[in-house]
């Protein structure tokens, strides 16, 4: 997937799919923007990734934080604990993916650095 993205500029290829969310109802869900971003990411310009979407700054934390604890559980004999196997973890993302929804689709200043 990453090399479809790496290959391939949303902006430009008519083939990348389209936001349904965005389609029908005109809104910015929390994933769009995140095509581009990969896009720009993986090119090395982090700063025009994240402005089409902050969030994924979180999804790679995220995931950096997964992997880490994999690798730290793998090499030594007792398992570490993993806060995102924490019963709040799911609901702090959430609340988190949810107020950065909400918060993007505000048409005024600052909120419209939020949006694609």
């Known amino acids: 997937m990453g090399i479809f ?17 965005h389609s029908f109802t005109g809104l910015h869900c929390p994933g769009c923007g995140s095509q581009r971003a ?12 994240l402005q089409h979407n902050f969030l994924i700054l979180f999804a790679i934390l995220i995931l ?33 993916v949810l107020g950065f929804w909400i918060l993007r689709n505000i048409p005024l200043e600052p909120f419209l650095i939020l949006a694609p």
């Open 38 to 49: 990969i896009h720009e990411i993986l090119h090395g310009n982090i700063w025009t990734g």
């Open 64 to 96: 950096s934080y997964k992997l880490y604890v994999s690798y730290v559980n793998n090499s030594s004999s007792q398992s570490n604990q993993n806060l995102l196997q924490h019963n709040a973890a799911p609901w702090l993302i959430l609340a988190l």
């Open 5 to 21: 993205y790496f290959i391939i500029n949303p902006n430009t290829f008519a083939f990348a799919p389209k936001c349904p969310f």
